[in-house]
Protein backbone atom coordinates (compact mmCIF):
# COMPACT_ATOMS: atom_id res chain seq x y z
CA UNK A 1 0.00 0.00 0.00
CA UNK A 2 1.34 3.80 -0.30
CA UNK A 3 0.32 6.50 0.53
CA UNK A 4 -2.50 8.60 -1.58
CA UNK A 5 -2.15 11.88 -0.04
CA UNK A 6 -2.38 14.18 3.00
CA UNK A 7 -4.85 15.70 4.87
CA UNK A 8 -4.73 18.25 7.31
CA UNK A 9 -5.30 18.09 11.23
CA UNK A 10 -8.50 18.37 13.07
CA UNK A 11 -8.66 22.11 14.14
CA UNK A 12 -8.19 22.16 17.68
CA UNK A 13 -10.08 24.18 19.78
CA UNK A 14 -7.80 25.98 21.38
CA UNK A 15 -7.38 27.81 17.96
CA UNK A 16 -10.32 29.71 19.09
CA UNK A 17 -8.88 30.09 22.73
CA UNK A 18 -6.00 32.37 20.89
CA UNK A 19 -8.51 34.46 19.33
CA UNK A 20 -10.18 35.01 22.94
CA UNK A 21 -6.73 35.44 24.31
CA UNK A 22 -7.24 38.90 22.63
CA UNK A 23 -10.38 39.85 23.08
CA UNK A 24 -12.33 37.61 25.85
CA UNK A 25 -15.98 38.97 24.50
CA UNK A 26 -15.02 39.11 20.66
CA UNK A 27 -17.01 36.06 20.10
CA UNK A 28 -20.25 38.19 21.52
CA UNK A 29 -19.68 41.01 19.56
CA UNK A 30 -18.56 40.21 16.08
CA UNK A 31 -20.76 38.88 13.42
CA UNK A 32 -19.13 35.66 12.11
CA UNK A 33 -18.60 35.50 8.49
CA UNK A 34 -20.77 33.37 6.05
CA UNK A 35 -19.53 29.83 6.38
CA UNK A 36 -19.77 27.91 3.15
CA UNK A 37 -18.13 24.57 2.45
CA UNK A 38 -17.68 24.31 -1.68
CA UNK A 39 -18.17 21.37 -3.02
CA UNK A 40 -15.32 20.11 -5.32
CA UNK A 41 -17.14 17.73 -7.67
CA UNK A 42 -15.93 14.66 -5.60
CA UNK A 43 -17.45 11.11 -4.40
CA UNK A 44 -18.71 10.95 -0.77
CA UNK A 45 -19.39 8.43 0.94
CA UNK A 46 -22.91 7.01 1.44
CA UNK A 47 -24.77 3.50 1.95
CA UNK A 48 -23.28 1.04 4.05
CA UNK A 49 -20.04 1.87 5.46
CA UNK A 50 -18.08 -0.55 7.36
CA UNK A 51 -15.64 0.37 9.65
CA UNK A 52 -12.69 -1.47 10.71
CA UNK A 53 -11.02 -0.71 14.26
CA UNK A 54 -7.18 -1.63 14.86
CA UNK A 55 -6.21 -0.85 18.68
CA UNK A 56 -2.77 0.08 19.11
CA UNK A 57 -1.62 -0.06 22.92
CA UNK A 58 -3.32 -0.22 25.95
CA UNK A 59 -7.45 -0.16 25.70
CA UNK A 60 -9.68 -1.97 28.39
CA UNK A 61 -12.61 -2.99 27.64
CA UNK A 62 -14.99 -0.57 29.00
CA UNK A 63 -13.05 2.00 26.70
CA UNK A 64 -13.43 -0.02 23.86
CA UNK A 65 -17.13 -0.38 24.67
CA UNK A 66 -17.43 3.11 25.10
CA UNK A 67 -16.37 3.86 21.10
CA UNK A 68 -17.89 0.94 19.64
CA UNK A 69 -21.46 2.16 21.32
CA UNK A 70 -20.87 5.43 20.07
CA UNK A 71 -20.31 4.43 16.34
CA UNK A 72 -22.70 1.87 16.20
CA UNK A 73 -25.07 4.98 17.62
CA UNK A 74 -24.53 6.64 14.67
CA UNK A 75 -27.43 5.01 12.61
CA UNK A 76 -28.83 2.04 14.61
CA UNK A 77 -29.93 4.38 17.40
CA UNK A 78 -33.23 6.46 15.78
CA UNK A 79 -35.18 5.22 18.93
CA UNK A 80 -32.67 6.76 21.27
CA UNK A 81 -34.30 9.65 23.08
CA UNK A 82 -33.60 13.15 21.70
CA UNK A 83 -31.05 15.02 21.09
CA UNK A 84 -29.94 11.47 19.99
CA UNK A 85 -26.42 10.48 18.33
CA UNK A 86 -28.44 8.81 15.06
CA UNK A 87 -29.93 12.51 14.61
CA UNK A 88 -26.49 14.47 14.71
CA UNK A 89 -25.23 12.26 12.39
CA UNK A 90 -28.34 12.61 10.07
CA UNK A 91 -27.32 15.92 8.72
CA UNK A 92 -25.04 14.15 6.59
CA UNK A 93 -27.92 13.51 4.45
CA UNK A 94 -28.32 17.41 3.83
CA UNK A 95 -24.56 17.28 1.66
CA UNK A 96 -24.97 16.80 -2.53
CA UNK A 97 -24.02 13.64 -3.86
CA UNK A 98 -24.30 12.02 -0.43
CA UNK A 99 -27.29 10.49 0.96
CA UNK A 100 -28.02 8.13 4.21
CA UNK A 101 -25.93 6.19 5.12
CA UNK A 102 -25.35 3.19 7.99
CA UNK A 103 -22.08 2.57 9.64
CA UNK A 104 -21.34 -0.89 11.06
CA UNK A 105 -18.62 -2.33 12.73
CA UNK A 106 -16.47 -4.51 10.86
CA UNK A 107 -13.18 -6.01 11.73
CA UNK A 108 -11.36 -5.37 15.14
CA UNK A 109 -7.44 -6.06 15.45
CA UNK A 110 -6.14 -5.48 19.26
CA UNK A 111 -1.70 -4.47 18.78
CA UNK A 112 -0.78 -4.59 22.56
CA UNK A 113 2.86 -5.42 22.16
CA UNK A 114 3.95 -2.47 20.45
CA UNK A 115 4.72 -4.04 17.19
CA UNK A 116 5.84 -0.74 16.21
CA UNK A 117 7.20 0.69 19.20
CA UNK A 118 5.45 3.28 21.00
CA UNK A 119 6.40 6.42 18.73
CA UNK A 120 5.22 6.78 16.36
CA UNK A 121 5.42 8.21 12.84
CA UNK A 122 2.79 9.47 9.95
CA UNK A 123 4.37 6.56 8.19
CA UNK A 124 3.17 3.88 11.05
CA UNK A 125 0.23 5.23 10.99
CA UNK A 126 -0.02 4.44 7.60
CA UNK A 127 1.42 1.21 7.84
CA UNK A 128 -1.58 0.18 10.25
CA UNK A 129 -4.06 1.70 8.21
CA UNK A 130 -3.16 -1.32 5.41
CA UNK A 131 -3.23 -4.07 7.66
CA UNK A 132 -6.89 -4.84 6.89
CA UNK A 133 -7.67 -6.22 3.36
CA UNK A 134 -9.36 -3.83 0.55
CA UNK A 135 -12.99 -3.53 1.21
CA UNK A 136 -15.35 -1.65 -1.15
CA UNK A 137 -17.00 1.46 0.53
CA UNK A 138 -14.82 0.70 4.39
CA UNK A 139 -12.74 3.07 6.53
CA UNK A 140 -10.10 1.85 8.28
CA UNK A 141 -9.81 3.24 12.28
CA UNK A 142 -6.62 3.53 14.35
CA UNK A 143 -7.06 4.17 18.27
CA UNK A 144 -4.03 5.02 19.72
CA UNK A 145 -3.47 4.69 23.71
CA UNK A 146 -2.58 6.89 25.89
CA UNK A 147 1.15 5.84 26.89
CA UNK A 148 1.35 5.87 22.64
CA UNK A 149 3.26 9.37 21.24
CA UNK A 150 2.17 9.94 17.61
CA UNK A 151 4.25 12.67 15.58
CA UNK A 152 2.75 16.23 15.80
CA UNK A 153 0.52 14.68 18.56
CA UNK A 154 -0.44 18.30 19.92
CA UNK A 155 -1.34 20.17 16.70
CA UNK A 156 -3.88 17.60 15.33
CA UNK A 157 -5.09 15.37 17.68
CA UNK A 158 -6.16 13.02 14.75
CA UNK A 159 -5.94 13.09 10.87
CA UNK A 160 -7.84 11.31 8.18
CA UNK A 161 -6.13 10.55 4.42
CA UNK A 162 -6.62 7.33 1.77
CA UNK A 163 -4.01 5.37 1.43
CA UNK A 164 -4.09 3.45 -2.23
CA UNK A 165 -3.62 -0.25 -3.02
CA UNK A 166 -0.51 -0.74 -5.64
CA UNK A 167 -2.22 -3.86 -7.37
CA UNK A 168 -6.03 -2.85 -7.42
CA UNK A 169 -5.68 1.14 -7.32
CA UNK A 170 -8.39 1.25 -5.19
CA UNK A 171 -8.25 4.22 -2.81
CA UNK A 172 -9.05 3.46 0.96
CA UNK A 173 -9.71 5.54 3.40
CA UNK A 174 -8.36 5.61 6.97
CA UNK A 175 -8.73 7.91 10.28
CA UNK A 176 -6.00 7.81 13.04
CA UNK A 177 -7.37 9.28 16.76
CA UNK A 178 -5.00 9.19 19.63
CA UNK A 179 -6.01 9.49 23.80
CA UNK A 180 -5.20 12.40 24.52
CA UNK A 181 -5.74 11.93 28.49
CA UNK A 182 -1.74 12.53 29.47
CA UNK A 183 -1.21 13.85 26.26
CA UNK A 184 -2.20 17.70 25.24
CA UNK A 185 -5.72 17.04 26.97
CA UNK A 186 -5.80 21.11 26.92
CA UNK A 187 -5.20 20.92 23.41
CA UNK A 188 -7.34 17.74 22.25
CA UNK A 189 -9.49 16.51 25.09
CA UNK A 190 -11.60 19.94 25.49
CA UNK A 191 -13.65 21.30 27.02
CA UNK A 192 -13.64 17.87 29.34
CA UNK A 193 -9.95 19.46 30.94
CA UNK A 194 -8.57 22.83 31.19
CA UNK A 195 -7.22 24.63 28.29
CA UNK A 196 -3.41 25.26 28.35
CA UNK A 197 -4.58 29.30 26.67
CA UNK A 198 -7.35 31.42 26.68
CA UNK A 199 -10.12 31.68 29.20
CA UNK A 200 -9.90 29.81 32.51
CA UNK A 201 -13.57 28.22 32.36
CA UNK A 202 -14.37 25.50 34.46
CA UNK A 203 -14.10 22.12 32.46
CA UNK A 204 -17.15 19.90 31.65
CA UNK A 205 -17.36 16.56 33.21
CA UNK A 206 -16.73 13.52 30.71
CA UNK A 207 -19.99 11.84 30.57
CA UNK A 208 -18.06 8.58 30.58
CA UNK A 209 -16.29 9.64 33.26
CA UNK A 210 -13.26 9.23 30.97
CA UNK A 211 -11.24 12.36 29.76
CA UNK A 212 -9.31 10.31 26.95
CA UNK A 213 -11.64 8.61 25.72
CA UNK A 214 -14.88 10.99 25.65
CA UNK A 215 -11.48 13.10 23.70
CA UNK A 216 -11.93 10.55 21.41
CA UNK A 217 -15.24 10.70 20.78
CA UNK A 218 -15.21 14.06 20.05
CA UNK A 219 -11.88 13.94 17.53
CA UNK A 220 -13.56 10.56 16.02
CA UNK A 221 -16.68 12.24 15.01
CA UNK A 222 -15.03 14.99 13.86
CA UNK A 223 -13.29 12.79 11.62
CA UNK A 224 -15.94 10.04 10.35
CA UNK A 225 -18.15 13.54 9.54
CA UNK A 226 -15.20 14.92 7.47
CA UNK A 227 -14.37 11.40 5.81
CA UNK A 228 -17.40 10.54 4.56
CA UNK A 229 -18.08 13.97 3.31
CA UNK A 230 -14.76 14.66 2.05
CA UNK A 231 -12.92 11.40 1.60
CA UNK A 232 -10.22 11.84 -1.11
CA UNK A 233 -9.70 15.87 -0.96
CA UNK A 234 -12.42 16.60 -3.40
CA UNK A 235 -15.57 16.92 -1.59
CA UNK A 236 -16.65 19.74 0.72
CA UNK A 237 -14.41 21.46 2.10
CA UNK A 238 -13.30 25.52 2.51
CA UNK A 239 -9.36 26.63 2.17
CA UNK A 240 -6.40 24.77 0.66
CA UNK A 241 -7.22 21.63 0.52
CA UNK A 242 -3.72 20.45 2.40
CA UNK A 243 -5.31 22.59 5.66
CA UNK A 244 -8.98 22.49 4.67
CA UNK A 245 -11.98 23.30 7.05
CA UNK A 246 -14.59 20.58 7.01
CA UNK A 247 -18.30 18.99 8.08
CA UNK A 248 -17.54 19.78 11.70
CA UNK A 249 -13.84 21.13 11.94
CA UNK A 250 -15.34 24.53 10.52
CA UNK A 251 -17.49 24.69 13.57
CA UNK A 252 -14.75 24.12 15.66
CA UNK A 253 -15.26 25.18 19.83
CA UNK A 254 -19.24 24.75 19.27
CA UNK A 255 -21.31 22.17 20.93
CA UNK A 256 -24.23 23.75 21.82
CA UNK A 257 -26.28 26.96 21.37
CA UNK A 258 -24.73 30.20 22.52
CA UNK A 259 -21.15 29.33 22.47
CA UNK A 260 -18.48 31.76 22.06
CA UNK A 261 -14.74 31.52 22.70
CA UNK A 262 -14.24 29.43 26.10
CA UNK A 263 -17.94 28.53 26.27
CA UNK A 264 -18.62 25.27 24.41
CA UNK A 265 -22.82 26.54 24.53
CA UNK A 266 -25.81 25.05 25.54
CA UNK A 267 -25.45 21.26 27.27
CA UNK A 268 -27.35 18.82 29.08
CA UNK A 269 -25.90 18.48 32.79
CA UNK A 270 -26.65 15.42 35.07
CA UNK A 271 -27.02 16.36 38.70
CA UNK A 272 -27.10 13.01 39.71
CA UNK A 273 -22.98 13.30 37.77
CA UNK A 274 -22.33 16.23 37.21
CA UNK A 275 -20.82 14.92 33.41
CA UNK A 276 -22.50 17.01 30.33
CA UNK A 277 -23.30 15.94 27.59
CA UNK A 278 -25.86 16.85 24.57
CA UNK A 279 -26.66 13.03 22.61
CA UNK A 280 -28.04 10.23 23.90
CA UNK A 281 -26.84 6.42 21.97
CA UNK A 282 -27.01 2.98 22.48
CA UNK A 283 -27.08 1.22 25.53
CA UNK A 284 -27.54 4.20 27.72
CA UNK A 285 -25.14 5.59 26.50
CA UNK A 286 -24.35 9.59 26.74
CA UNK A 287 -21.68 11.84 24.48
CA UNK A 288 -20.75 14.97 23.30
CA UNK A 289 -20.44 16.00 20.21
CA UNK A 290 -19.74 19.15 18.13
CA UNK A 291 -21.56 21.08 15.96
CA UNK A 292 -22.15 20.36 12.32
CA UNK A 293 -22.33 22.55 9.33
CA UNK A 294 -25.39 21.81 7.82
CA UNK A 295 -25.51 22.68 3.77
CA UNK A 296 -29.15 23.45 4.25
CA UNK A 297 -28.93 26.37 6.87
CA UNK A 298 -25.58 27.11 5.59
CA UNK A 299 -24.57 27.38 9.31
CA UNK A 300 -22.96 25.03 12.48
CA UNK A 301 -25.94 23.16 13.67
CA UNK A 302 -26.21 22.14 17.35
CA UNK A 303 -28.21 19.74 19.04
CA UNK A 304 -29.08 22.37 21.66
Known amino acids: MMLNYKFAMICCP????????LHPSLGEQVEPQPLILKYHNGPLLKGRITVNLLWYGSFNPIQRSIIV???????????????SVASWWKTIENYKRGGSSTIVVGKQIMHQRYALGKNLKGTHLVSLASVFKYAPNAVNIIFT???????GFCGRCGTHGSIRSVRRRN?????????SETQCPGQCAWPFHQPIYGPQTPPLV?????????????????????????????????????????????????????????????????????????????????????????????????LL
Open 145 to 151: AEEVTVE
Open 14 to 21: LFVMLVAM
Open 69 to 83: DFINSLTTSPKAPLP
Open 206 to 302: APNGDIGVDGIIINLATLLAGTVTNPFNTGYFQGPPTAPLEAVSACTGVFGSGAYPGYPGRVIWNRATGASYNAHGVNGRKYLLPAMWDPQTKGCRT
Open 171 to 179: RIPYIWVGN
